[in-house]
């Protein structure tokens, strides 16, 4: 009885491993084939046969001419229309409104994540949908909303977009970012260990080293979505101040729901159900825009504000 208990006892155990691994197998191979369909997935945009590169001189000039887009297509309802907007070379054009206004529909047309339903997006004249997206994109960055950090150091995620950069380039963007000084203070500085999607880090220190892979990718355009709502007042109008120092090097896009952010930009274009409800300065929307006016209020009080701001 005994040497049967343990003859049983010996086999038992390999065929509970044999039965985890089964489970295990099934697992991977299920995983496997969901991993299969969505690398074998084709892009909705796709570049036509005869899509072309940018120049090499690329100096950021946006324009949105008569554009409409909806996300499924037509027929659905649509959620930019009617949107005529220039972006100079070197200007810095904030886009304002509440959510769901088309905000970050609009400033995704740009890099080609989406292409119009109507109308036409321009860079230096040439339509986005006539171009190579993987070209496109060399001379654009973007600091989405939900900032994506990678397991690493943060020197790595700030060069993710660069590569060849130099020590002295991530130390240079990192400074513009206003994300040097925190940096310097993590256990290792520029070596600290990051965790996936920086789980390790404040909101603010990630929008942060963001903002400075994206400027160390010298871009053309900047696409700036929402990327510091997680920074305070100060921090963020020193962010500015480095940006606008630098700006006649790039077309800023800066997508904002908060009015501090946007004050200072060269054109304020108000978004409302996805229309343009107004455009100009702070000084002219604060005559112009009811919306405008309202929203500043909203935010920073109808006091001493709103009259120095309608007096600019």
């Given amino acids: 009885v005994v040497a049967f208990t343990n003859y049983l006892l010996t086999t038992i155990t390999p065929l ?8 295990v197998w099934a697992s991977g191979i299920a995983s496997a084939e969901r991993v299969d369909a969505v690398l074998a997935t084709m892009p909705e945009v796709q570049d036509s046969p005869t899509a072309a590169d940018l120049p090499a001189e690329v100096a950021g000039r946006v324009v949105f001419e008569n554009v409409a887009f909806a996300y499924n297509g037509a027929g659905s309802e649509p959620v930019l229309q009617g949107i005529d907007l220039v ?13 769901g206004a088309g905000k970050t529909s609009l400033v995704n047309l740009v890099p080609r994540f989406y292409d119009t339903e109507h109308g036409r997006v321009l860079i230096d004249g040439a339509d986005v949908r ?9 001379h654009i960055a973007i600091v ?19 590569p060849q950069a130099t020590d002295a380039e991530v130390l240079a963007a990192a400074q513009a970012a206003q994300a040097h000084d ?30 400075a892979r994206a400027l160390l990718m010298r871009p053309r355009i900047l696409i700036l979505d929402d990327s510091t709502s997680a920074v ?11 940006l606008a120092a630098a700006k006649y090097e790039h077309t800023s896009l800066v997508v904002a729901q908060r009015i501090s952010t946007v004050l200072r930009a060269d054109k304020i ?5 996805g229309r343009v409800a107004a455009q100009g300065t702070h000084q002219e929307l604060m005559v112009a825009s009811p919306i405008y ?17 309608g007096a600019a």
């Avoid at 006539?130 to 994109?137: I, V």
């Avoid at 305070?232 to 480095?242: F, H, K, S």
């Avoid at 500043?296 to 701001?309: E, F, I, N």
């Fill in 16 to 23: 509970t491993m044999m039965a985890m691994l089964a489970n």
């Fill in 87 to 99: 972006a100079e070379a070197g200007q810095s054009v904030a886009i304002l409104g509440a959510t």
């Fill in 130 to 138: 006539t171009l190579r997206q993987d070209a496109l994109l060399q």
């Fill in 144 to 162: 989405p909303q939900e900032t994506i950090l990678f397991s690493g150091s943060v020197r790595d995620n700030i060069r993710y977009g660069a």
């Fill in 182 to 211: 925190f940096i310097q203070a993590l256990p290792r500085g520029y070596d600290t260990h990051v965790e996936e999607r920086g789980v390790n880090l404040s909101g603010g220190q990630k929008q942060r080293i963001a903002i």
């Fill in 232 to 242: 305070d007042v100060d921090t963020e109008t020193r962010i500015q101040d480095a």
């Fill in 269 to 273: 274009v108000v978004l409302e159900h």
């Fill in 293 to 309: 006016r309202e929203i500043y209020a909203s935010q920073l009080g109808d006091g001493v504000g709103l009259a120095a701001g």
